[in-house]
């Protein structure tokens, strides 16, 4: 029912910026985004939570990122953005866009998840 297409990834030396997008498209309008978010994950480590923004516009970032990562939300409440600044080689990754849909008001609840784009930050 839902397709994420991200964009954004890339190369960035320490102490940069960069800026993901993620938009996600439904196929049925009876179906309507809950949340949308970014994880990432490196080998051999769990997928953890970067930053997740809901249908209200209430937010959460993982503790390792707050205060250099925002999220947001353009073009509708159907693409969100994730605006990285003072990264760290610890940063890199690949990131994943996360969106929970719903259909109906709770009737039920689904996620689903993108490819993947990969963030190196190195000099």
């Known amino acids: 029912q839902v397709q994420l297409v ?3 990834g890339g190369l960035v030396r320490p102490g940069g910026s960069l800026t993901l997008s993620c938009a996600a498209s439904i196929s049925d309008t009876q179906y309507s985004i ?3 978010g970014w994880y990432r994950q490196t080998p ?3 997928r953890e ?3 997740t923004i809901n249908w209200k516009g209430d937010l959460k970032y993982g503790n390792s990122v707050a205060g250099r ?3 947001s939300r353009e073009g509708g409440a159907d693409t969100v953005r994730l605006q990285m600044s003072r ?3 610890e940063d890199t990754a690949v990131y994943y866009c ?3 849909y719903e259909r109906g008001f709770g009737i039920s609840m689904h996620a689903a998840w993108g490819q993947g784009t990969q963030v190196t930050v190195a000099s």
């Open 6 to 8: 991200e964009s954004g």
């Open 87 to 89: 990264l760290e080689p």
């Open 49 to 51: 939570l970067v930053a």
């Open 44 to 46: 051999g480590n769990q």
């Open 98 to 100: 996360k969106a929970l």
């Open 69 to 71: 990562f925002t999220i």
């Open 34 to 36: 809950n949340t949308l």
